[in-house]
């Protein structure tokens, strides 16, 4: 089994920033990628950020040039620096890992509620 463990989420004033980590565990195999996906309220779970095992990145348009998604390999953990955020960032957000071991796997964490707001 594969754990992933959220952490980092919170309150913001807009025009503030966070920090999201997503630590990876268990029978992992081999990653093909790492997400950030979210879900605000009443709309449905997009993509945020995603990183491939060879390190391309791509974001949301709604979300360039304010986030960055990285990754450590030798900790199998995920971030996600969230600058200058916005009241319409507010969602909860969950971490997606990607595996292949002759099949591929989807594995999702449980969500962290970031909320921005003055």
């Known amino acids: 089994q594969v754990q992933l463990v959220e952490s980092g989420g919170g309150l913001v004033q807009p025009g503030g920033s966070l920090g999201l980590s997503c630590a990876a565990s268990?029978?992992?195999?081999?990653?093909?990628?790492m997400g950030w996906y979210r879900r605000a309220p009443g709309k449905q779970r997009e993509l945020v950020a995603r990183i491939t095992s060879g390190g391309r990145t791509n974001y949301a348009d709604s979300v360039k040039g304010r986030f960055t998604i990285s990754r450590d390999n030798a900790k199998n953990t995920l971030y996600l620096q969230m600058n200058s955020l916005k009241p319409e960032d507010t969602a909860v957000y969950y971490c997606?890992?990607?595996?292949?071991?002759?099949?591929?796997?989807?594995?999702w964490g449980q969500g962290t509620q970031v909320t921005v707001s003055s």
């Open positions: 268990g029978n992992i195999f081999t990653i093909v990628g």
């Open positions: 997606q890992l990607e595996t292949t071991h002759f099949s591929t796997y989807v594995y």
